[in-house]
Each structure stands twice: as C-alpha cells, then as structure tokens.
C-alpha cells in the first residue's frame, strides 16, 4: 500500500482539537476560561461551519485549537482541519459522537491531498494522530485510493495519454499480483471492440482496451468499467475552447474505476475482479470518424453517429458487452459522461442509474452512511426510442435538447447483460475547494461503491 504521510503515531504528542457544535457553543464554552472565552469573542468564533481558531500557549505554541462544525455539516467537515492547519501532529480531543473514527481519519486524509507533480506544496500537511476505535488500514486504502484518482486526472494529456494511462493501470496490476492485458490500435478490430478502435484512430497514440483480472476464479464475480478518453476534443463536431479547457479529465471514470479495483485488491475482497478501461483520444484529424457514420459494436448492434462529442458511451458500449459476457453478479461502470449530469446536479453529486431497485437501495443508503453524495436517476423507457436511427438499429443521441445523462443510461444500457448493474455518470472535478475536496481532480461515488462492495461480498 501506498505510504501517505496523514497519519502519526498515536502515541506522539499532539496538539489536541475540539470540534464543535455551534448549537453546543455556548455550554461548550461556559466550562473553560474566560481567557479563552475572550479570545474566541476576539475572533467572532461561535463554532460556525469550518471556522478555526488557533489557542496559543504562553510559549507561543499552539495551546489547542477550536473548530467549528456548524449543525448540519457531516463528517467530511473534518478535512478542512489537514487543508488550513499548520504543520504539525494533530490529535481530536473532542468531536460530534455522530462522526465515526475512521471516517474522520479518512476525511483528514482526503484534505491533506495536494497534487504536486509539477508545483510543491508550500509546507507538509498537518499530520493526525489516529482516532480512537479508528480502522486506519480501512482509512489508508481510501485514501490511497482517491489519491490515485485525482492524480490521475489531475495530470495533463501530455503526461496521461493513453500510453501513460496504460502504465499507470498496469503498475497497480503488477503491485497486487493481476493479471493485465491490453488490445491495442488494429488489434481492436480483429477481436471485435470497433467502437473503441473507430473513436480512437484518428489519435496520435492507438486506442486500446485494457483488461485487469484477480482473484479466485470460483468467488462471485464483479465487473467494473470505466471511460478512458484522455483528452476530448468533441472529434469533428468540435466543442468551442471553453468546453474543451478541462479535457484533461474526460478519462476520470477509468481512474475511479482503476481506483476502486485497487481498493478491492488491497482489502483482498472475495470476489473475482475485471477491470475494463477503454482508452482513447477523441482527437481531430484525417482518419476521424465522422458524424452520419454507421459503425458496428462489438455486441452485434449498429450505431450511427449523430455527434462525434458523444464519444464516451461509444467506447463504454464495447467494453460493457464484453464484461457482460462473462456474467458478472454485479457490473459497475464509471464515467464523466455529460454535462446535462451537472445541470441536473451540479458538480458535487453525480446522478447514478441501476437495472436493480435492491442494488440502487444499496447505494442510496450506503451514500449517507459514507458521507459520499450521489442520487439515483431514472433509465425511462419512453425516451427509448428517441435514440432510434432509419439507417441503423441506434443512434448515439437522443432526439431531444434535454434528458441528456438519461439518454447515456439508456444507451449503454442496451449494451449490458448483467442482474445487478449501476451508471455512475461523474464530473471527476472540484471546481473550488471545499473541506475533504481541494479544487481539481476529485473522486467521486468511490466510498460508496467500496461500502456497497464490502457489504455484499465481505465473509
């Protein structure tokens, strides 16, 4: 497992924190000095939302320090504390009894991410001493595991092309034992995945479609796929500047999927794992394909293509036949699918889509246990047919101007064969920077799918 410096010893000594209530301020603060109840007046503190305030010591050094969590803020609150404190060792010495002790040592984690490939942080992040009753193992794989996915998205095209994306899938493979594979540029046509190959083609480096498999082949078997277009131009019908400046992130679902495979593999879950990643770059070029193209799919049916920018349900629609056709017990796919998600939801909470009322009850309620937001949206059959083509049996696009992550469900969904299957259609990015979720890359549904996994797989 991957090293990371948000943990000390829990022996060390450490300054300790009390995080707050603001409707628990006032008692709260009758029972200690009126030293520090006149410091915490000086500074308007009243235990709101986030707010810290540092209690010197007579030496100068930080005595304790003060955290509001308003009342209605969950846990992740907490990672606010590893975003602003100074660095150092950091213990809670008081917290709201609702705020388990691993979720706080995750959320510490969360917040204490920096991406500093080519920018080094300013300082190192502050440091917390393991909450009492805390599952630090459990803590540490989320962590590592979120941290992997934002540093994935997070890295340019220029250094997280489809090559690179390869290594990085490949790295996590050789660290827990997998097997991997990859098909790549033609040889995506002579095994049958010409959705992936037709998408990619037009690229400098070839499409391809990476295959991540472990564990006891005799365990229920769980599928998991994730979109890989590591830059998005919108191919010929080319999106304007503005929609193309983020791109970088359009292969977030391959690194949550990535992500939640290396959660599975490290906590040594008894299942047996695939991991599908179709990767390419949706690039502008010669040998691109085109809007009004008819292009097969790997499961038999034929696609014409509407919009060259509704790529990634093209390249989903192969690698879901074929994880269907090894019969998975549950199949979950990750992508950063349309910008109707974020109209719908804004950035904070992707919308999911389940064949299965069980599995979606499963993740509506493992969302509040995990403090991980998503909210279930519906795969409506009556918009079915507004994907239908006169020249092929679809088409990548549904009639109308709205309903647009609604018409992805439901075109993947005619690619799926699978009892239990789940859509997470995620923005993969924290426009600003909130407690647990500094701004960029950011992991999305990944809590609550790992919790969703555990809970019907673990024993």
Same mark, same amino acid.
């Given at each position: 497992m991957t090293s990371l410096p948000f943990l000390t010893d829990k022996d060390a000594p450490a300054t300790p924190i009390h995080a707050i209530r603001a409707s628990e301020w006032s008692?709260?603060?009758?029972?200690?000095?009126?030293?520090?109840?006149?410091?915490?007046?000086?500074?308007?503190?009243?235990?709101?939302?986030a707010r810290i305030l540092l209690v010197p010591a007579t030496d100068g050094a930080i005595e304790r320090v003060l955290f509001g969590v308003g009342d209605k803020a969950?846990?992740?609150?907490?990672?606010?504390?590893?975003?602003?404190?100074?660095?150092?060792? @950091?213990?809670?010495?008081?917290?709201?009894?609702?705020?388990?002790?691993?979720?706080?040592?995750?959320?510490?984690?969360?917040?204490? @991410?920096?991406?500093?490939?080519?920018?080094?942080?300013?300082?190192p992040a502050p440091s917390l001493a393991p909450p009492e009753g805390a599952?630090?193992?459990?803590?540490?794989r989320i962590v590592s595991a979120s941290w992997l996915a934002r540093d994935l998205v997070n890295t340019p095209t220029n250094d997280m092309g489809p090559e690179a994306l390869q290594a990085a899938a490949k790295a996590v493979a050789e660290t827990h034992g997998a097997e991997f594979a990859a098909i790549v540029g033609d040889e995506l046509l002579e095994q049958n995945y010409p959705l992936i190959h037709a998408v990619g083609r037009a690229a400098a480096q070839a499409p391809r479609l990476l295959h991540l498999s472990w564990g006891d082949v005799s365990a229920p078997r769980?599928?998991?796929?994730?979109k890989g277009v590591t830059f998005d131009t919108g191919g010929l019908d080319i999106k304007p500047s503005a929609g193309m400046r983020m791109m970088k992130k359009d292969m977030g679902g391959a690194?949550?999927?990535?992500?939640?495979?290396?959660?599975?593999?490290e906590a040594k879950l008894n299942v047996r794992l695939d991991l599908f990643l179709p990767v390419v770059e949706n690039a502008v070029g010669g040998d691109a394909f085109r809007p009004g193209d008819v292009i097969a799919?790997?499961?038999?049916?034929?696609?014409?293509?509407?919009?060259?920018?509704?790529?990634?349900?093209?390249?989903?629609?192969?690698?879901?036949?074929?994880?269907?056709?090894?019969?998975?017990?549950?199949?979950?796919?990750?992508?950063?699918?349309?910008?109707?998600?974020?109209?719908?939801?804004?950035?904070?909470?992707?919308?999911?889509?389940?064949?299965?009322?069980?599995l979606a009850a499963e993740f509506a309620q493992a969302s509040v246990e995990t403090s991980d937001p998503i909210w279930r949206m519906p795969l409506w059959d009556a918009y079915d047919g507004?994907?239908?083509?006169?020249?092929?049996?679809?088409?990548?696009?549904?009639?109308?101007?709205?309903?647009?992550?609604? @018409?992805?469900?439901?075109?993947?969904?005619?690619?799926?064969?699978?009892?239990?299957?789940?859509h997470f259609d995620i923005f993969a990015w924290a426009p600003?920077?909130?407690?647990?979720?500094?701004?960029?890359?950011?992991?999305?549904?990944?809590r609550a799918s790992w919790h969703v996994l555990k809970s019907r797989f673990a024993g």
């Amino acid at each position: 497992m991957t090293s990371l410096p948000f943990l000390t010893d829990k022996d060390a000594p450490a300054t300790p924190i009390h995080a707050i209530r603001a409707s628990e301020w006032s008692q709260w603060i009758e029972r200690h000095s009126e030293t520090l109840r006149r410091l915490a007046a000086a500074h308007d503190f009243q235990a709101q939302n986030a707010r810290i305030l540092l209690v010197p010591a007579t030496d100068g050094a930080i005595e304790r320090v003060l955290f509001g969590v308003g009342d209605k803020a969950n846990v992740n609150v907490m990672g606010a504390l590893a975003q602003h404190l100074p660095s150092g060792d @950091y213990r809670i010495a008081f917290a709201p009894r609702e705020f388990a002790a691993t979720q706080i040592a995750t959320a510490w984690g969360l917040g204490a @991410y920096a991406f500093d490939r080519y920018k080094k942080r300013k300082r190192p992040a502050p440091s917390l001493a393991p909450p009492e009753g805390a599952d630090t193992a459990e803590a540490a794989r989320i962590v590592s595991a979120s941290w992997l996915a934002r540093d994935l998205v997070n890295t340019p095209t220029n250094d997280m092309g489809p090559e690179a994306l390869q290594a990085a899938a490949k790295a996590v493979a050789e660290t827990h034992g997998a097997e991997f594979a990859a098909i790549v540029g033609d040889e995506l046509l002579e095994q049958n995945y010409p959705l992936i190959h037709a998408v990619g083609r037009a690229a400098a480096q070839a499409p391809r479609l990476l295959h991540l498999s472990w564990g006891d082949v005799s365990a229920p078997r769980v599928a998991i796929v994730g979109k890989g277009v590591t830059f998005d131009t919108g191919g010929l019908d080319i999106k304007p500047s503005a929609g193309m400046r983020m791109m970088k992130k359009d292969m977030g679902g391959a690194a949550h999927a990535l992500a939640l495979a290396q959660i599975v593999m490290e906590a040594k879950l008894n299942v047996r794992l695939d991991l599908f990643l179709p990767v390419v770059e949706n690039a502008v070029g010669g040998d691109a394909f085109r809007p009004g193209d008819v292009i097969a799919s790997r499961k038999g049916l034929t696609v014409e293509i509407d919009n060259t920018d509704a790529e990634g349900r093209l390249i989903l629609a192969d690698a879901l036949a074929r994880a269907s056709e090894d019969k998975p017990a549950l199949l979950l796919d990750f992508a950063t699918l349309t910008g109707a998600a974020r109209t719908a939801l804004g950035p904070d909470i992707p919308p999911f889509y389940a064949n299965d009322d069980a599995l979606a009850a499963e993740f509506a309620q493992a969302s509040v246990e995990t403090s991980d937001p998503i909210w279930r949206m519906p795969l409506w059959d009556a918009y079915d047919g507004d994907m239908d083509s006169p020249i092929a049996d679809l088409k990548n696009t549904g009639d109308g101007a709205f309903a647009g992550s609604i @018409y992805a469900a439901l075109f993947l969904r005619k690619f799926v064969n699978a009892g239990a299957w789940a859509h997470f259609d995620i923005f993969a990015w924290a426009p600003r920077e909130k407690p647990a979720r500094p701004s960029g890359g950011e992991a999305q549904a990944l809590r609550a799918s790992w919790h969703v996994l555990k809970s019907r797989f673990a024993g």
